[in-house]
């Protein structure tokens, strides 16, 4: 079985940060594309960074300049470093990791249980 497990979320103010990460456990063989999505109350579920296994980064427009993603493939884990948080980056946030297992050797996605992010203006 596969885990994915955040922590980081609280609240913080407006211009404020948090650092997100994501911790992968499991009989996991390897790890493809990592990502973090997030959804606002009343809003569907969008993505916020992806990096792949070789470090490629892609940003959602409203997060460019202020969000990093990255991650340390030996500990299984990805990052969130979000900086100059606004009050439109409030929602629960989710990790997503495409993971394959030692015991199927095929390729599945699996999400975190999801963390809370409040920014307050």
Do not use: H
Request: net charge positive; aromatic share 10%; glycine share 10%.
């Amino acid at each position: 079985q596969v885990q994915l497990v955040e922590s980081g979320g609280g609240l913080v103010q407006a211009g404020g940060s948090l650092r997100l990460s994501c911790a992968a456990s499991g009989s996991i063989f390897s790890i493809n594309s990592m990502a973090w999505y997030r959804q606002a109350p009343e809003k569907q579920r969008e993505l916020v960074a992806q990096i792949n296994s070789g470090g490629i980064t892609n940003y959602a427009d409203p997060v460019k300049g202020r969000f990093t993603i990255s991650r340390d493939n030996a500990k299984n884990t990805v990052y969130l470093q979000m900086n100059s948080l606004e009050s439109e980056d409030t929602g629960v946030y989710y990790c997503y990791a495409v993971i394959r297992t030692r015991l199927t050797m095929t390729w599945s996605a699996y999400w975190g249980q999801g963390t809370q992010v409040t920014v307050s203006s």
